[in-house]
C-alpha cells in the first residue's frame, strides 16, 4: 500500500474543502511537491499557494501529471461540467477519482467522466474545514482495498471517516452528518435565547451554551456510556433536569427530530435527480 508520503493527489477546485484537505495532509506529512491543484479563481490560487507552496493551475487539465488520486471539489451546480472538462486527462491517467460533492452519485461521475473509473463519493460536513468532520464515504465497485486505505488517509486528514457498502446510504449520512452541524446550531440558538429570556445577558448565555455543547459532546465521545445512560446520569428523580426533559418528551421532541431527519434524507434522494 502507498504510504500518505508516495501518494499524489491532484485537487479539481481549491475552495474551502479542498484548502481544508490539503492543510490536513500538509500536517499529516505530505509535502507540498506531492499536491497540486487547479481552480479557475486567480484569488483562490494564490492564497493556496501562499498558504500552502503547493502549484495551482488556471486550467484543470495544466501539468496533470500521474495522480494517484483526483479529488474533486467543486460545487455540486459545475460538476457535469467540470468533469467533462478534466475527462481527457482522468481518463489519461486512470487514477482514483474521489468526490466531496453532495448529491452527486458515482454513475453520474462515470457518466460525465465517460469511462468505468474507480469512485469514491464522500459526504464530509463543514467542521471538516477545522479538521473535525464526520465523514461517510461509498467506494464503487472498481475501487481496491489499497484505494479504499488511500482514501481514508485522505480524508481522516480533515477528521472521521466511516465506509457504507450501499451508496444510498450516503443519503442517510447527509441527513445526519452533513446536515446535522445546523441541527445543534439550531437547538444551540434557541437555547442561548431561551437563557436569555431567563435573564443571562446574551454574551453570558451564547459562552454557556457553546461550553455546554462542547463539554456534553466531549463526554459522550470519551465515556463507555451510552447517550441514554448519559442523560439518566445527569437526570435526578423530580429535579431540574427531569423537568426540562419531560417538557421536551410532552412535546413529542423523538417524532420532530425522526420527521426532520427523514426530510432531509428525501430531499438528499431528490437532488442527485435534479443535478441529471
Ligand atoms: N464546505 C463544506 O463544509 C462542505 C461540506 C460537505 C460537502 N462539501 C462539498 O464540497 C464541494 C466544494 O465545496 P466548497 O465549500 O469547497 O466550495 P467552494 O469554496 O466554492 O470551492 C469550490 C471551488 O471550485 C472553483 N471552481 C469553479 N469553477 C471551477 C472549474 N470549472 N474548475 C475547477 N474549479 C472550479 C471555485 O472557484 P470560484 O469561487 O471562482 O467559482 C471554488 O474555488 C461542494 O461540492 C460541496 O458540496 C463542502
Same mark, same amino acid.
Request: glycine residues 6%.
Given at each position: 500500500?502507498?504510504?500518505?508520503?508516495?501518494?499524489?493527489?491532484?485537487?479539481? $477546485? %481549491?475552495?474551502? +474543502?479542498? &484548502?481544508?484537505?490539503?492543510?490536513?495532509?500538509?500536517? !499529516?506529512? *505530505? @509535502?507540498?511537491?506531492?499536491?497540486?491543484?487547479?481552480?479557475?479563481?486567480?484569488?483562490?490560487?494564490?492564497?493556496?499557494?501562499?498558504?500552502?507552496?503547493?502549484?495551482?493551475?488556471?486550467?484543470?487539465?495544466?501539468?496533470?501529471?500521474?495522480?494517484?488520486?483526483?479529488?474533486?471539489?467543486?460545487?455540486?451546480?459545475?460538476?457535469?461540467?467540470?468533469?467533462?472538462?478534466?475527462?481527457?486527462?482522468?481518463?489519461?491517467?486512470?487514477?482514483?477519482?474521489?468526490?466531496?460533492?453532495?448529491?452527486?452519485?458515482?454513475?453520474?461521475?462515470?457518466?460525465?467522466?465517460?469511462?468505468?473509473?474507480?469512485?469514491?463519493?464522500?459526504?464530509?460536513?463543514?467542521?471538516?474545514?477545522?479538521?473535525? $468532520? %464526520?465523514?461517510? +464515504?461509498? &467506494?464503487?465497485?472498481?475501487?481496491?482495498?489499497?484505494? !479504499?486505505? *488511500? @482514501?481514508?488517509?485522505?480524508?481522516?486528514?480533515?477528521?472521521?471517516?466511516?465506509?457504507?457498502?450501499?451508496?444510498?446510504?450516503?443519503?442517510?449520512?447527509?441527513?445526519?452528518?452533513?446536515?446535522?452541524?445546523?441541527?445543534?446550531?439550531?437547538?444551540?440558538?434557541?437555547?442561548?435565547?431561551?437563557?436569555?429570556?431567563?435573564?443571562?445577558?446574551?454574551?453570558?448565555?451564547?459562552?454557556?451554551?457553546?461550553?455546554?455543547?462542547?463539554?456534553?459532546?466531549?463526554?459522550?465521545?470519551?465515556?463507555?456510556?451510552?447517550?441514554?445512560?448519559?442523560?439518566?446520569?445527569?437526570?435526578?428523580?423530580?429535579?431540574?433536569?427531569?423537568?426540562?426533559?419531560?417538557?421536551?418528551?410532552?412535546?413529542?421532541?423523538?417524532?420532530?427530530?425522526?420527521?426532520?431527519?427523514?426530510?432531509?434524507?428525501?430531499?438528499?434522494?431528490?437532488?442527485?435527480?435534479?443535478?441529471?
Amino acid at each position: 500500500m502507498k504510504s500518505i508520503q508516495d501518494i499524489r493527489i491532484r485537487f479539481v $477546485g %481549491a475552495g474551502n +474543502m479542498a &484548502a481544508s484537505l490539503i492543510g490536513g495532509l500538509i500536517n !499529516k506529512g *505530505m @509535502t507540498a511537491s506531492q499536491i497540486t491543484a487547479s481552480d479557475p479563481g486567480k484569488n483562490q490560487r494564490d492564497y493556496i499557494e501562499k498558504q500552502f507552496q503547493i502549484l495551482t493551475y488556471g486550467d484543470n487539465n495544466a501539468h496533470f501529471g500521474m495522480p494517484d488520486i483526483v479529488i474533486i471539489a467543486v460545487k455540486p451546480q459545475i460538476m457535469k461540467k467540470v468533469l467533462k472538462n478534466v475527462a481527457p486527462s482522468i481518463v489519461r491517467t486512470s487514477p482514483l477519482v474521489v468526490s466531496v460533492a453532495a448529491g452527486i452519485t458515482t454513475q453520474q461521475i462515470k457518466q460525465w467522466l465517460g469511462a468505468e473509473l474507480p469512485v469514491v463519493r464522500t459526504m464530509p460536513n463543514t467542521p471538516a474545514l477545522i479538521g473535525q $468532520g %464526520a465523514i461517510g +464515504m461509498y &467506494a464503487n465497485e472498481a475501487v481496491d482495498e489499497n484505494q !479504499k486505505l *488511500m @482514501t481514508e488517509q485522505v480524508m481522516d486528514a480533515v477528521g472521521t471517516s466511516i465506509w457504507v457498502k450501499k451508496e444510498s446510504k450516503i443519503d442517510a449520512v447527509t441527513a445526519l452528518s452533513g446536515s446535522g452541524p445546523a441541527y445543534f446550531f439550531m437547538f444551540m440558538e434557541y437555547l442561548q435565547q431561551a437563557a436569555e429570556k431567563l435573564d443571562l445577558s446574551a454574551e453570558d448565555a451564547a459562552l454557556l451554551t457553546k461550553k455546554t455543547a462542547i463539554g456534553a459532546a466531549l463526554l459522550a465521545e470519551r465515556s463507555p456510556e451510552t447517550l441514554s445512560q448519559l442523560k439518566d446520569r445527569v437526570t435526578s428523580p423530580n429535579g431540574t433536569t427531569a423537568a426540562a426533559l419531560a417538557s421536551f418528551t410532552a412535546n413529542d421532541i423523538r417524532n420532530i427530530i425522526e420527521k426532520a431527519i427523514q426530510a432531509a434524507n428525501d430531499r438528499s434522494v431528490e437532488l442527485s435527480k435534479e443535478f441529471d
